[in-house]
């Protein structure tokens, strides 16, 4: 198995970021957050990452077939990362919400809405390009949870997370941000005791390696 | 519970559309498939359903411990579904395989490489606009997807199904596509037994409706 050849930076060097960065902090549009801090989010704003990393969370609502619903039966989703560069948006929907969450401290965010950008239509077009490419990635992230197995979902959740956000270190290829067991199992649909057994399957087989600050790393079996 | 309200054919009206579709024709861009049969689709190529349906199918190398994979044990998917003046394009990837297939006889689409589009610039804004509001609606997906319970899983995925592409029938909004259990199950990872079982669940609760010819349909509980 090879690792996976990265394919960001394709669509995420937009040319017009600098001007844009300082035009969102000459509007007062951009706050920093610390890290599990709540990002307010609207829809129909355009959020820019400045730095850091946020976390895009989905709420449904849980147990559809219990008449009440309390709070705690709503089940969080983690549905993906932005990184430093990364625009992201929300829309309105009555029966899911979506959150944001900086992932670590420091995490700067600015914001417009869609009609600021008629001032840099080419910007706009990268953005929608942008967004066409996660469309992309999101399509192999349905073929991951469509499977049965948890295993096969751990391991494709894994690959396509590590494949876009992963950084190079000695042959192996890390996600450099914290991830625990949870959040594992509440993007894939399973619990947290089975991701720590699978986890512990696939280390065995030399799959990944854990580091002793719990980052996750993909082992390349070429080497 | 209110049926939800359908956001469709918000960004799908695309202006151009009549003389893009006559474009394809006189440049021998299309063709016409019968149900279940194969569109051959590439990578850089945009698609266009011009008439019937397209499903998306995602294949995964499922089972990633056993060291021999063979073609029966990759299971297949289902990704989405594109109507009538939809737009659809896939990227290359190593490790996973999508494909599409008509879903209805006469299944018509016509393609354009994306360097065509530069005749047709506001086009090619609201194609990438509606790949924007299709990454929007994987967000739902992916929080669906991520829930625990096959049964939550499920009315999710046929709410989200419903809401994009349903009909309104006599206080029903029903799925205008035949769409069998085990493509369900493919779906939102189960097996056939379980959906079958589930829906069942579902009707008994008076959430669905199944009708002779399969149709699924969304009650109105407000009704």
Known sequence: MEIYHLRKNTLISFLKWPEIITWGQNHYRDRTFNQNERIPIRAGLLYLVQSGAVSLMGNARANILSQKISPEETKETFLGLMGTGYPFEVTEN??????ALARVDSTSVIWLYWHDLDNWPNFRLEVSDFF???HQRQLLWLTVLGQRQAIDRLWGF????????????DKRVCF????THSQISNAIGSTRVTVTRLMGKLRQQGLISVDADSTICLLDRNK
């Open 158 to 169: 894994l690959t396509l997370l590590i494949e876009e956000y992963g950084k190079t270190v």
């Open 176 to 179: 450099p941000y914290p991830l």
């Open 94 to 99: 009555t029966h899911f919400k979506l959150r």
């Open 132 to 134: 066409r490419y996660q």
